[in-house]
T-cell receptor, first 116, second 115 residues
Framework: GAGVSQSPSNKVTEKGKDVELRCDPI?????LYWYRQSLGQGLEFLIY????????KSGLPSDRFSAERTGGSVSTLTIQRTQQEDSAVYLC??????????????FGPGTRLTVL | QQQVKQSPQSLIVQKGGIPIINCAYE??????FPWYQQFPGKGPALLIA?????SEKKEGRFTISFNKSAKQFSLHIMDSQPGDSATYFC??????????????FGTGTLLAVQP
């Protein structure tokens, strides 16, 4: 597609349930990032993929959060046993390359997660 | 040291005015400084970016001024229009020698341009 796409656009879940958020990056982009945007914390980095590997997971807030990327393309962010503090907009971004690249990151529209 | 401080939190200008948003950083390893524009319900969109080897960059009505010694950079919007009303985020990252290029964002500035 022309840009980064994310699904679903909105997700409402009950506390304790697991959720999966999907990101389709721009075709050919090898780098993929997940960020979280919340009122109290602003925009925070969660995890970085280069190809299918995740050399930087330092932003994941707890072991309830995990992510994978397959085929160097689609990525899924999974949150297990969701808590109310997980409510936020989860943003995915992709970039043409990793270290040494231009650094331009292009964002998707985000998934708004609400945990009741 | 990873923080990027952004001010003001909010800004109101009249149409045609020149809003200025300021950011400051501590990490001297940062070598790429983008600005993003975000409309409600949308993801951030890359607006303009600068590397520390230049002091100013212009793209259309948007200008970044960069002061390496002061570790500060700012966004100026010339001839602002109501359609520029959005939230603006500065960011910083390490490109050369960096492992991940993860963006460190400022806290955002909500800009309102009144007609």
């Amino acid at each position: 597609g022309a840009g980064v796409s994310q699904s679903p656009s909105n997700k409402v879940t009950e506390k304790g349930k697991d959720v999966e958020l999907r990101c389709d990056p721009i075709s050919g982009h090898t780098a993929l990032y997940w960020y979280r945007q919340s009122l109290g914390q602003g925009l925070e980095f969660l995890i970085y993929f280069q190809g299918n590997s995740a050399p930087d997971k330092s932003g994941l807030p707890s072991d309830r959060f995990s992510a994978e990327r397959t085929g160097g393309s689609v990525s899924t962010l999974t949150i297990q046993r969701t808590q109310q503090e997980d409510s936020a907009v989860y943003l995915c971004a992709s970039s043409p390359g990793g270290s040494g690249g231009l650094g331009e990151q292009f964002f998707g529209p985000g998934t708004r997660l609400t945990v009741l | 040291q990873q923080q990027v401080k952004q001010s003001p939190q909010s800004l109101i200008v009249q149409k045609g005015g020149i809003p200025i948003i300021n950011c400051a950083y501590e990490n001297t390893a940062f070598d790429y400084f983008p600005w993003y524009q975000q409309f409600p319900g949308k993801g951030p969109a890359l607006l303009i970016a600068i590397r520390p080897d230049v002091s100013e960059k212009k793209e259309g009505r948007f200008t970044i001024s960069f002061n390496k010694s002061a570790k500060q950079f700012s966004l100026h919007i010339m001839d602002s229009q109501p359609g520029d009303s959005a939230t603006y985020f500065c960011a910083a990252t390490v490109i050369y020698g960096g492992a991940t290029n993860k963006l460190i964002f400022g806290t955002g500035t909500l800009l309102a341009v009144q007609p």
